[in-house]
């Protein structure tokens, strides 16, 4: 068991009923392996949730409990409350995160959210397809910056479509420099390719 230190960088992942569970499940092994980061799975209320699977989970912690200056990154997996417009309660943390220029990581619909608090319209970015995110979220103004690939990151943003959690994974991996570049390329190619390599 990994002893958590005052040291430790933590990755807040937001977790919630019908989140898709997947969308995690590569990269968040990799970073509970580390020495240097804390995962910190959290609700709104901190009760049990539910994933798209099926999966029960309990959460480390509650919302009221995140304070934003210890975050070193905001995890948000996709699910169909995104596009319901059914999860509120995190925007005031996630406008001072975005605020503060702490990096922000989103997948499939969790795109439409930050879409909604217009965070996407001036950071290069991507999503399930662009017509799609314009029909969900009407007040998106960032199509200029959109790209059709896997996963972007731009600044402090990252995005991804929901058909690439290995990709998004890479692109967050990178950011929080989990490990050395040729490390990832080779996880990469392992987990998306089948290529083993010393």
Known sequence: ???????????????????????????????????????IYFSVDGDLVTS?????????TSLKEINTENVDLLIL???????KREIKAIDNLVKELADNEK???????????LGQLGLLDNVHHTSNDLGYLK???????????????LAVTDRNIITANGIAPIEFAVEIFKKIQLKPND???KWFQLFKNGIWSE
């Open 1 to 39: 068991m990994k002893i958590k230190g005052k040291n430790m960088k933590k990755i807040c992942v937001f977790i919630f009923n019908g989140f898709s569970d997947w969308e995690l499940a590569y990269l968040t092994p990799e970073i509970n392996k580390s020495e240097q980061f804390e995962l």
């Open 77 to 83: 997996p996709g699910g169909t409350a995104w596009e």
């Open 103 to 113: 990096p922000i990581a989103v997948i499939c619909g969790a795109t439409f959210y």
């Open 52 to 60: 798209m699977g099926g999966l029960q989970v309990k959460p480390t």
């Open 135 to 149: 029909a969900v979220v009407p007040e998106y103004n960032g199509q200029e910056n959109y790209q059709n690939q």
């Open 183 to 185: 490390e990832i390329e």
